[in-house]
C-alpha cells in the first residue's frame, strides 16, 4: 500500500485498497502476459485479431482473480487488514466500451481465446466516455456522460512506441509510373492502449489493444498567443472527438462523419499495426494469410478491407490483384443484423470526401465483383444487389457488401440467422460466392456468467457432480439426472431465493424500490429497440394489469417485471417506449388493487455488473424479438444457464435452446420467421388488433392517457403507428403470447415441475460456452487448431 498507492493502512480509503489490490494481482498477469507473448513469438505462431468497435469488458478484477484462482487468497490477506473484498469490488467501474450484445460477445471471445490458449489481438477504440450512463427523470431517460476514466485505469498500459499516422480528405495524386500518392488534408496519431486479458487459470494472457488519438501539433502557440486561446487547441480537441464516445448520433451530417471517421481510425491503425508486427517477425507480406487471421465483428471495421489493400498496393508496391487475393485470405466477416438499415452504408460524397484514396479501390475492388457476376451470368437485379455501390435514390458505398466480398468466410452468429442470410440479405452475394457463408452460433463464457455470478449454484453443481464443469462447460449435462430430486430442487430453490433477495437489497439501496423475493422474477433486460419488442411485453403487462383488476377473486401468480436497456439517444421511439415503462411503473405500483401481485420496475443504467446481478435472480428470460429479426441474442443464454426459463419467439438463438434445453422446460410463442415473412406484403394490423378485444381496450388505455394524465395525447403516436404499420408485428403475436405467460403461470403453480425444468436449463445449455464457439472460428475460419 505505502509504495504502490502513497499512503499507510490508516489513511487508505476504499478506493485505494482497491487500486493496491488490482496492482498486486496485475503483477502476476504481467509475468504471464509476457510469457505468453515471448512464447507465442518463438514458435511462430499465428495470430488471431479480432476487430470490433465495442468490447463491453465490465469489471475486470472479479474476473481475473476467479481465473488465476486468487480469489480466496486474496480475499483473507484484505481480510487480516480489515477490508472486505467484496466491497472494494463493488467500487471498480465498469469500463465504458460496449452497449449490447455485440461488445458482450466481443469480450467473451477475448476471454475464451486466452482460455484455449489461441494467441490474439483485440482491436478497438479507447473511448474516453463510451455510450453513456442513463439516467431516469421523470420517466424519461437523460443520457450523461459516463466518466469511467475519471480516476485513471491500473489495467491499462499506453505504448507509445506503437502509434500510427491515420489520416483524412486531401487529395490523390498518380506519379508518371502509375504510383499512386495519398496527401491526407489532416491526420491524427493513433497511440495504442493495452489491457491484459487473461484465461481461465492463467493459461495465456492475450492483449486487448485499443487505440486512442492525439494530434501532431496539440497546441498551436501563434493562434494561442495572438488570443485565440480556444482555436490553438481546435486540432486536439478534434482528434479527442474521435474517442470520445461510443456511437454518437448520426441524425445530423456531422455525426455521420464523425462515425466513419471513428471507424476508418481503429481500422487503419489495427491493420498498420498488424502489418507492422508481420514484417517484423516474418519479413514478407506475402503471407500474411498465413499468419494473421483477422476477424471483424460485423461491419463497422469493413473499411480495414479497403485499407489492407491500400497499404499494400501503395506502400507495399503489391499488385492490386495480389493484394485483393491477399485480402481475402486473410479476413473474416461475422454478420450480426439481418436489418438491412443496420448494414452499414455511407453517402458516397461524404465517404469519397473523407476517404477519397479508398473509394477509388472501392470502385475497383467493384468492378472486378462485377465483373466476376456478369462473366458468370448473373442477371441484372441481382448484379444490382451484389455491387459496392448502392445506386437507388442517394448513392451510397456499401459496407456489409464490401466486407463479405473481401473475406473467405461470412459467418451468422446462430442456425436461422445463418440460412436467412442466405435468403434474405446476402441472396445474390450467396449464389456468387455459395461456399462463403457458414454458422457460428454464439456463445457466452461460464466463468462470468456462473462461476463469478453466480457462487451460490456454482458451489451447488460442484458438490452435485464435481469439478470437470469448470473446466468443460458441456460436462454440466451431467447435472441433469437431478432434476427430479427433490433434494436437490429444494437446495436449487434456496439458492434463487438468496439470489432473489440480494438483489432485492440491491434495488431497495440503489433505487429505494422494494420488490418481493417470493414473486416470480419476469425479466427483459437488453438494448431497447422496437425489434426487440419491449413495448409488447409492456401492454401486456397492462392487459395483465386490467385482468387482475377485474377478477381479483382469482388465484393470481404474484409477478415483478423488470425492464432494463438504453436507447440510442438519437432514437425516439425506443426513449417513448421507456417512458411508457415507467408510465405504466408509475400506476400500478400505486394501486392498491394489485399490491402484492403486480409491480413493475424500471432499473436505470443497465450494463454488465447490474446483468451479473439481476440473471442468477431471474426466473423467466423475455426474448421475444419478432421472428427473422434477432441475430442470435446471448442474454438467452445467460438465463438459461442460471436456470431461468425461456418465454420467447423461434428466433435466433432460442431455436438451437429449445432444440437443446427440450421443448417442455421452454415456452414459444408466436409467428415463425417464415411466417413473418408469408404475412408481410398483405399485414393489415389494424384488423388484427379488433380481432383481439384485449389488445383493442389495452391500446385505447394506453392511447387515451389512462398512464399518462400529464399528456394524454404521449403516445398517441406509438400506438397509431401500431394500427397503420406495425412492422415488428406486434398485434400478429400479441393473442399468443398473453396464452404464453398463462402457460407460465400454470407452470409456477408447480413448483416441482418449474425447477426441474431449470435445473434442465443450467444442465443443458453448456454447448453455449464462448469456448465452444472460438474452438468452431479456430478450426473451421482461422486454422489455428
Not at 401486456?540 to 394489469?545: D, F, G, K, M, N
Amino acid at each position: 500500500m505505502i509504495h504502490r498507492i502513497g499512503k499507510d493502512a490508516q489513511a487508505a480509503r476504499p478506493h485505494d485498497w482497491l487500486a493496491a489490490t488490482i496492482l498486486t494481482v496485475r503483477d502476476d498477469i504481467i509475468e504471464r502476459w509476457m510469457a505468453s507473448t515471448k512464447a507465442a513469438h518463438a514458435a511462430g505462431a499465428k495470430r488471431v485479431y479480432y476487430l470490433s468497435l465495442e468490447f463491453l469488458i465490465g469489471r475486470l478484477l472479479r474476473d481475473a482473480l476467479a481465473n488465476l484462482d486468487l480469489t480466496g487468497k486474496i480475499a483473507e490477506a484484505l481480510r487480516s487488514l480489515g477490508v472486505d473484498l467484496g466491497e472494494i469490488e463493488e467500487i471498480e467501474p465498469d469500463a465504458a466500451l460496449g452497449n449490447g450484445g455485440l461488445g458482450r460477445l466481443a469480450a467473451c471471445f477475448m476471454e475464451s481465446l486466452a482460455t484455449l490458449d489461441l494467441p490474439a489481438y483485440g482491436y478497438g477504440i479507447r473511448y474516453v466516455n463510451g455510450m453513456f450512463r442513463q439516467r431516469i427523470d421523470d420517466g424519461w431517460q437523460v443520457e450523461l456522460p459516463e466518466n469511467w476514466l475519471q480516476h485513471g485505469n491500473p489495467w491499462e498500459f499506453e505504448r507509445r512506441e506503437s502509434a500510427y499516422f491515420v489520416g483524412f480528405g486531401g487529395e490523390v495524386t498518380q506519379a508518371t509510373g502509375g504510383a499512386v500518392h495519398w496527401r491526407p488534408g489532416e491526420a491524427v496519431e493513433a497511440v495504442a492502449v493495452d489491457t491484459p486479458v487473461v484465461g481461465w487459470r492463467g493459461a495465456r494472457v492475450n492483449t486487448l489493444r485499443l487505440w486512442t488519438a492525439k494530434a501532431f501539433d496539440p497546441i498551436r502557440l501563434d493562434r494561442f498567443n495572438a488570443g485565440d486561446h480556444a482555436g490553438a487547441l481546435a486540432g486536439q480537441v478534434r482528434a479527442e472527438t474521435l474517442v470520445r464516445v461510443l456511437y454518437p448520433a448520426d441524425s445530423t451530417t456531422a455525426g455521420q462523419e464523425l462515425r466513419l471517421r471513428q471507424e476508418y481510425f481503429f481500422s487503419s491503425a489495427s491493420i498498420q499495426d498488424i502489418i507492422r508486427r508481420h514484417v517484423q517477425y516474418f519479413g514478407d507480406i506475402r503471407t500474411l494469410p498465413d499468419k494473421a487471421a483477422i476477424q471483424l465483428n460485423d461491419t463497422h471495421p469493413a473499411i480495414a478491407v479497403a485499407e489492407l489493400v491500400r497499404l499494400l498496393v501503395d506502400q507495399h508496391e503489391i499488385a492490386f490483384a495480389a493484394a485483393w487475393d491477399i485480402a481475402k485470405r486473410t479476413f473474416g466477416y461475422t454478420n450480426h443484423t439481418l436489418l438491412p438499415e443496420a448494414l452499414e452504408s455511407w453517402p458516397l460524397p461524404l465517404f469519397e470526401r473523407v476517404l477519397p484514396r479508398h473509394m477509388q479501390l472501392v470502385y475497383q475492388i467493384n468492378a472486378l465483383i462485377l465483373r466476376e457476376a456478369r462473366e458468370l451470368g448473373t442477371p441484372d437485379d441481382a448484379i444490382r444487389a451484389i455491387s459496392l455501390i448502392d445506386e437507388a435514390g442517394e448513392r451510397r458505398v456499401r459496407m456489409a457488401n464490401l466486407a463479405f466480398a473481401g473475406s473467405h468466410s461470412v459467418n451468422g452468429v446462430a442456425a436461422l440467422h445463418t440460412q436467412l442470410m442466405k435468403q434474405t440479405v446476402f441472396a445474390d452475394l450467396h449464389r456468387l460466392y455459395p461456399t462463403r457463408i457458414n454458422n457460428k452460433t454464439n456463445g457466452i463464457t461460464p466463468r462470468r456468467w456462473l462461476l463469478e455470478c453466480n457462487p451460490g449454484l456454482t458451489a451447488l453443481i460442484r458438490e452435485a457432480i464435481g469439478d470437470r464443469f469448470l473446466n468443460d462447460a458441456e460436462a454440466l449435462v451431467e447435472l441433469d439426472r437431478f432434476a427430479d430430486d427433490a433434494a436437490f430442487q429444494g437446495r436449487f430453490a434456496q439458492v434463487k431465493h438468496a439470489n432473489k433477495v440480494a438483489l432485492a437489497a440491491h434495488f431497495a439501496k440503489k433505487l429505494s424500490v422494494r420488490i418481493d423475493p417470493g414473486a416470480l422474477l419476469d425479466v427483459q433486460i437488453k438494448r431497447i429497440h422496437e425489434y426487440k419488442r419491449q413495448l409488447l411485453n409492456i401492454i401486456e403487462t397492462v392487459a395483465l394489469y386490467n385482468r387482475m383488476r377485474s377478477h381479483p377473486e382469482r388465484n393470481w401468480t404474484p409477478r415483478v417485471k423488470l425492464f432494463g436497456g438504453k436507447a440510442a439517444p438519437s432514437y425516439v421511439v425506443a426513449k417513448q417506449v421507456i417512458k411508457l415503462a415507467n408510465d405504466v411503473a408509475r400506476r400500478i405500483n400505486a394501486d392498491p388493487a394489485v399490491s402484492g401481485l403486480l409491480q413493475v420496475v424500471f432499473a436505470p443504467n443497465y450494463n454488465v455488473s447490474l446483468a451479473e446481478r439481476i440473471i442468477p435472480a431471474a426466473d423467466l428470460s423475455e426474448q421475444i424479438s419478432t421472428a427473422g429479426m434477432e441475430a442470435s441474442g446471448t442474454g438467452n443464454m445467460k438465463f438459461a444457464l442460471n436456470g431461468a426459463l425461456t418465454i420467447g419467439t423461434l428466433d435466433g438463438a432460442n431455436v438451437e435452446i429449445r432444440d437443446r434445453v427440450g421443448a417442455d422446460n421452454i415456452v414459444i410463442f408466436g409467428l415463425t420467421a417464415d411466417e413473418v415473412a408469408a404475412r408481410r406484403a398483405d399485414y393489415r394490423p389494424r384488423e388484427e388488433i379488433e380481432r383481439s378485444p384485449e389488445l383493442s381496450q389495452t391500446l385505447m388505455a394506453i392511447c387515451s392517457g389512462v398512464f399518462s394524465p400529464d399528456d394524454p395525447h404521449r403516445y398517441q403516436t406509438l400506438i397509431g403507428e401500431l394500427y397503420e404499420g406495425d412492422r415488428y408485428m406486434l398485434a400478429a403475436d400479441f393473442d399468443a403470447y398473453v396464452a404464453a405467460q398463462a402457460e407460465v403461470e400454470r407452470r409456477w403453480a408447480d413448483q416441482a415441475a418449474w425447477r426441474a425444468a431449470a435445473i434442465r436449463n443450467v444442465a443443458r445449455v453448456g454447448w453455449f460456452s464462448s469456448d465452444r464457439t472460438i474452438r468452431d472460428y479456430a478450426r473451421d475460419i482461422w486454422r489455428v487448431m
